[in-house]
């Protein structure tokens, strides 16, 4: 019996079956290919165990801390040439720092990086050396140096190692330790041993630290009782007075006030009789950069040849802005005191006058240490102010003058307002160091 079937299977079409057999070829060799992608441009990277120890930052252990490296953008780098403190501001220029180049990076912005909370901090860098980047400002962390130049970030790079520290001062019981390091040898590769980092990258650590009793906050000098030029100067006589007797009492008198609100003072005399050159070994500039205060007042008797002048004035370095000189006048000129108009109506407020470039005081100018270019006026300053030409830890000095000795009527006058004029210094210092006195 024959049957006819009703369904035949649907013959193949050579064409078509060939076709499917290259596209599953094609789509084999795409997973391949996206599997050898992965493998080399996504997979983590097999580090292998960490055989090294590295320098931490943050609370962090080593791979932590390479990790933070390993994931930050890496920019162009520039190099600088010099860094160094002036009072509680830090200057980083381009060029080798002399007195008679101008600093390349005036007018740029600095960039600091916190890697321990990712926050910025960004400052001018100006010709005034007691306004770039203003430390005290700082919290506690681990910061990155960049320069923003046409909008785009770069790392700043050392010549040289750099390791040297400044400690801010004491305000409500605490200090900040502020750390200049760039060392490529800092920081370790945990997997090889080598250094992480190729060149002398720019780094800030600031940290909280105990108030060192040894390092000074600020620092008085007694004018007189020196013989810088061979006779023992004792500045303005009479029978009644001896400015070096005088300036010496009130500087102490000041100490002690403001060593109420916990700042630590240092006097280049230590007594009223000590004889100190300004100076030399053991001088009144060695003495404060030894101390490593962050500010200086000298406290003079100034003169006029016009005897009917009168008032209290401040000198201070050319290389700064006058604002020191403000703030420390400002509360004479609230209890009205007399304050030195001089010619241009500047309120008692001056920088100190120029020679070869160079601030003319010498106390301004060599406790400046390498910021005011410190043992380069003279020969004998060079010869006699060597340890101060490099140093880093510049001294932010101000000189006071208490009135004019110059004025007939000074004596009076000064032992009249004396209570008021050692109230008004103390607060006016107290400005400066920006912490609030008690009324």
């Given at each position: ?67 933070l490296f390993d994931k930050r953008e890496i920019l162009e780098t520039e190099i600088f040439s010099d860094a160094f403190f002036y009072g509680e501001s830090l200057t980083i220029t381009k060029e080798p720092y002399v007195s008679t180049e101008k600093n390349s990076y005036i007018g740029d912005t ?330």
């Amino acid at each position: 019996m024959y049957f006819k079937p009703e369904y035949l299977p649907p013959q193949k079409d050579p064409k078509k079956h060939k076709r499917n057999r290259v596209l599953l070829v094609v789509f084999l060799l795409l997973i391949v290919a996206f599997i050898a992608i992965y493998y080399a441009f996504f997979k983590p990277e097999d580090k292998g165990p960490v055989l090294f120890d590295t320098y931490t930052i943050c609370n962090l252990n080593g791979p932590q801390t390479q990790d933070l490296f390993d994931k930050r953008e890496i920019l162009e780098t520039e190099i600088f040439s010099d860094a160094f403190f002036y009072g509680e501001s830090l200057t980083i220029t381009k060029e080798p720092y002399v007195s008679t180049e101008k600093n390349s990076y005036i007018g740029d912005t600095f960039q600091l990086t916190n890697l321990c909370s990712n926050e910025i901090h960004s400052f001018l860098m100006t010709s005034n050396l007691d306004t770039n980047i203003e430390l005290s400002k700082l919290p506690v962390g681990f910061y990155t140096v960049d320069i923003q130049e046409n909008l785009k970030g770069k790392s700043l790079i050392s010549k040289q190692e750099l390791d040297f520290e400044l400690t801010t001062v004491t305000r409500n019981d605490k200090r900040i330790k502020i750390e200049v390091i760039a060392n490529k040898d800092l920081f370790t590769n945990i997997y090889t041993g080598d250094p992480y980092f190729k060149q002398h990258h720019l780094f800030l650590q600031v940290s909280e630290t105990d108030v060192n009793k040894l390092i000074a906050d600020i620092y008085l000098d007694p004018a007189y009782n020196h013989h810088d030029f061979r006779t023992i100067n004792k500045g303005y006589v009479s029978d009644t007075f001896v400015g070096s007797d005088e300036t010496y009492k009130f500087a102490n008198d000041v100490k002690q006030k403001l060593e109420e609100y916990g700042i630590v003072v240092g006097m280049t005399r230590k007594d009223d009789l000590e004889i100190v050159n300004t100076y030399g070994i053991d001088g009144r500039v060695e003495r404060a950069l030894k101390s490593k205060a962050k500010y200086m007042i000298e406290f003079n008797f100034g003169t006029e040849y016009n005897k009917t002048l009168q008032g209290v004035r401040a000198f201070g370095s050319t290389l700064a802005t006058t604002n020191f000189q403000q703030l420390l006048l400002q509360p004479f000129i609230d209890a009205q005191l007399p304050v030195y108009i001089g010619t241009r109506n500047q309120m008692g407020v001056y920088r100190n006058s120029k020679t070869n470039g160079l601030d003319t005081i010498n106390l301004i100018r060599e406790s400046g240490g390498k910021a005011l270019f410190a043992g380069q006026f003279s020969e004998r300053s060079h010869e006699e102010n060597s340890y101060a030409i490099n140093n880093p830890n510049s001294v932010h000095t101000v000189r006071l003058d208490l009135l004019l000795s110059s004025n007939e009527n000074f004596e009076k006058l000064y032992k009249k307002n004396y209570e008021q004029l050692v109230d008004a210094t103390t607060k006016g210092i107290m400005n400066q160091l920006e912490i609030e006195v008690n009324q």
